[in-house]
């Protein structure tokens, strides 16, 4: 039983430098997130999806994209990576209404 | 926005004793969760609760809704090391589809 696979697990990028984090879950769920983990704040939203072809904004979106293409994958793009988006990243499904999330195991990413 | 204030933010204890962790909101949530993280690993769920007033066990956890469901409250009897981790809490929203908004979280230690 995978659940929610996060590519890759550690990554290092130039400032400047794109890359995109992937998500991937194979438990037939709607909702799908991204949050960004940072010490002493705790999970923040970042974009999250209701469905394939739809995405929304969450607290902390500025500088990174989404899309939904199918139900299963969810991938975040970061377009001009910066050192302020050094954090923890967390992919999250769940059933409608976004309760019982599940998270993916992360992906740590330095920007230097 | 709908603010978790969770209490208090670090805990050392010795094997044995008892803890209680708080999670406390000004706003009203449909459903609060309660998730614990391991380091390099993604929040696992706990528990949910949804009803005000709820009270859920989970072997030496125990877990309340406030009646007015604002606030909540993880209680561990007899805490053991294999209980070490960042314990986070996450309400839902009552409207429409919802988004988790997290708490900064308890990190709690448990020495033997």
């Known amino acids: 039983n995978a659940g929610v696979t996060q590519t890759p697990k550690f990554q290092v990028l130039k400032t400047g430098q794109s890359m995109t984090l992937q998500c991937a879950q194979d438990?037939?769920?709607?909702?799908m997130s991204w949050y960004r983990q940072d010490p002493g704040m705790g999970l923040r939203l970042i974009h999250y999806?209701?469905?394939?072809?739809?995405?929304d904004q969450g607290e902390v979106p500025n500088g990174y994209n989404v899309s939904r293409s199918t139900t299963e994958d969810f991938p975040l793009r970061l377009l001009s990576a910066a050192p302020s988006q050094t954090s923890v990243y967390f992919c999250?499904?769940?059933?409608?209404?976004?309760?019982?999330?599940?998270f993916g195991q992360g992906t740590r990413l330095t920007v230097v | 926005t709908q603010l978790l204030e969770q209490s208090p933010q670090f805990l050392s204890i010795q094997e044995g004793e008892n803890l209680t962790v708080y999670c406390n909101s000004s706003?009203?949530?449909?459903?609060l969760q309660w998730y614990r993280q391991e380091p390099g690993e993604g929040p696992v769920l706990l528990v949910t609760?949804?009803?005000?007033?709820e009270v859920k066990k989970l072997k030496r956890l125990t877990f309340q809704f406030g009646d007015a469901r604002k606030d909540s409250s993880l209680h561990i009897t007899a805490a053991q090391p294999g209980d070490t981790g960042l314990y986070l809490c996450?309400?839902?929203?009552?409207?429409?589809?919802?988004?988790?908004?997290f708490g900064k979280g308890t990190m709690l230690l448990v020495s033997p």
């Open positions: 999250a499904s769940s059933r409608p209404p976004g309760q019982l999330a599940f």
């Open positions: 438990m037939n769920h709607e909702y």
């Open positions: 999806s209701v469905g394939a072809g739809i995405t």
């Open positions: 706003s009203v949530f449909s459903s």
């Open positions: 609760v949804v009803t005000g007033g």
């Open positions: 996450a309400g839902a929203s009552p409207s429409g589809y919802s988004t988790l908004t």
